[in-house]
């Protein structure tokens, strides 16, 4: 596939016919299958990488939801399960703020677990997603330091309810449970 490259002085899209004409003039057979302007061409560019870029977007907020979601949902279920322990150790002097500890130290570590695996596979795949990224390096501190405060923020907020929930245990109901 051949491609020819035209500088003019004005419009551009108007010169078309003119050109047409002189390229059938010396090969009436040559197929002329795409005509456009370079400002056309870059603006579909930019648009294909927008699009990528959306979609990543939308994948990595659908990844921060599922991840709070299972955050949420793990800590809830076991203070659940835990809810006779939780209560002994109301019922043994445990103030609310041992116990409030106890459930978010519980979540951030799990949290932590994730931050790290994810960091270490962004650092590899940054490799391939190089193309994209535009006067940013592939390891910008700011970025990552940007996304883990994000990832601790979420898991922070996903560890409040249960924990609270927690804190919020009667120890007499709680040894007479099950």
């Given at each position: 596939m051949q491609s020819l490259v035209i500088r003019t002085r004005g419009d551009a899209a108007g010169l078309a016919p003119a050109i047409r004409q002189a390229i059938w003039s010396v090969d009436r057979n040559q197929p002329i299958v795409r005509v456009a302007t370079m400002n056309s061409l870059l603006l579909k560019s930019e648009a294909e990488r927008h699009f990528v870029l959306i979609l990543f977007e939308a994948f990595g907020l659908a990844a921060l939801v599922l991840a709070a979601t299972g955050i949420y949902g793990v800590l809830s279920g076991g203070v659940s399960e835990r809810i006779r322990e939780i209560g002994l150790r109301s019922a043994l002097g445990a103030t609310r703020a041992d116990i409030l500890a106890l459930i978010v130290r519980q979540g951030m570590s799990m949290a932590?677990?994730?931050?790290?695996?994810?960091?270490?596979?962004?650092?590899?795949?940054?490799?391939?997603?190089?193309?994209?990224?535009?006067?940013?390096?592939?390891?910008?501190?700011?970025?990552?330091?940007?996304?883990?405060?994000?990832?601790?923020?979420?898991?922070?907020?996903?560890?409040?309810?249960?924990?609270?929930?927690?804190?919020m245990i009667d120890p007499m109901v709680a040894l007479r449970y099950e």
């Amino acid at each position: 596939m051949q491609s020819l490259v035209i500088r003019t002085r004005g419009d551009a899209a108007g010169l078309a016919p003119a050109i047409r004409q002189a390229i059938w003039s010396v090969d009436r057979n040559q197929p002329i299958v795409r005509v456009a302007t370079m400002n056309s061409l870059l603006l579909k560019s930019e648009a294909e990488r927008h699009f990528v870029l959306i979609l990543f977007e939308a994948f990595g907020l659908a990844a921060l939801v599922l991840a709070a979601t299972g955050i949420y949902g793990v800590l809830s279920g076991g203070v659940s399960e835990r809810i006779r322990e939780i209560g002994l150790r109301s019922a043994l002097g445990a103030t609310r703020a041992d116990i409030l500890a106890l459930i978010v130290r519980q979540g951030m570590s799990m949290a932590g677990i994730g931050v790290a695996i994810g960091l270490s596979g962004a650092v590899i795949a940054s490799r391939s997603l190089i193309t994209l990224l535009f006067g940013v390096s592939r390891l910008d501190p700011f970025t990552y330091v940007g996304v883990v405060a994000l990832l601790v923020a979420v898991s922070m907020i996903a560890c409040a309810v249960p924990a609270w929930r927690a804190t919020m245990i009667d120890p007499m109901v709680a040894l007479r449970y099950e």
